[in-house]
């Protein structure tokens, strides 16, 4: 007789308080605002993290890992989400396989909302070993869009105090070109965060660099730099 194949341990909790929260009419709202190829159940975040909290929130290492793998594996929006949510958990060491489980899982991203939850994962790793933006790197010319535009969104750490920039507004300067609308308002995102502590970094990027980029990139990117002087146009 053949042994039924046991699911990770929580899996079936989890799912199941996950299902208990879904709304049918905030999926199709959802589905349609993502333009999601994937299942929704129309789970909001607050309550994705009240069903880890009360279901998983006690495993370790390989046990959040496997969880998380087996969520990915089903094409539906909130359970990718959660498995970024719960590898984000500070009880979740960066280590190489989370690291592997972020980069084998790019190419499946078609969407925004699931990308930064993941994002939160990957930058988490890149902080513990920066030895891992050299993978990073190759995706700034990548031909997957969420694949590109993650080498800046898991890089917004290198915006803060005591990370060096430069890498990255290369990397900006590199996707100045790509008219796709995700990929500008990642470097727009990028250089409004660097602004807050280094605008006359952000001002000569947009001098030297910035010629190609559309109007959303400026638009974010200059958010928060004071204003010019009388009789000087804004960058």
């Not at 159940?41 to 390989?62: C, F, H, N, Y």
């Not at 984000?88 to 939850?117: E, S």
Request: net charge positive; charged share 30%; with cysteine.
């Amino acid at each position: 007789m053949a042994q039924t194949k046991r699911e990770p341990e929580g899996y079936e909790r989890l799912t199941a308080a996950l299902s208990a929260f879904a709304d049918a009419e905030r999926a199709a709202q959802e589905k349609r605002y993502q333009k999601s190829s994937w299942r929704h159940w129309g789970v909001a975040l607050p309550k994705m993290d009240a069903a880890i909290r009360a279901t998983v929130a006690e495993l370790g290492q390989s046990d959040s890992l496997a969880l998380g793998a087996r969520l990915w594996r089903e094409p539906v929006w909130d359970l990718r989400i959660v498995a970024g949510r719960i590898l984000a958990r500070k009880a979740v060491a960066p280590d190489a396989d989370v690291w592997t489980f972020v980069t084998q899982r790019m190419g499946d991203l078609d969407g925004w909302a699931v990308a930064d939850n993941l994002a939160v994962v990957g930058g988490r790793c890149l902080l513990a070993d920066p030895a891992r933006l050299e993978d990073v790197e190759s995706w700034v010319d990548s031909p997957h869009l969420w694949t590109r535009r993650a080498a800046l969104v898991f890089t917004l750490a290198w915006t803060k105090d005591g990370h060096d920039p430069e890498r990255m507004l290369g990397w900006a300067a590199r996707l100045a070109p790509d008219r796709d609308w995700f990929i500008q308002k990642a470097i727009g995102w990028w250089l409004r965060e660097l602004s807050k502590r280094d605008p006359q970094r952000v001002r000569r990027f947009l001098d030297e660099r910035g010629a190609p980029l559309m109007a959303v990139a400026r638009r974010e990117a200059t958010k928060y730099l004071a204003a010019p002087p009388r009789g000087m146009k804004r960058v």
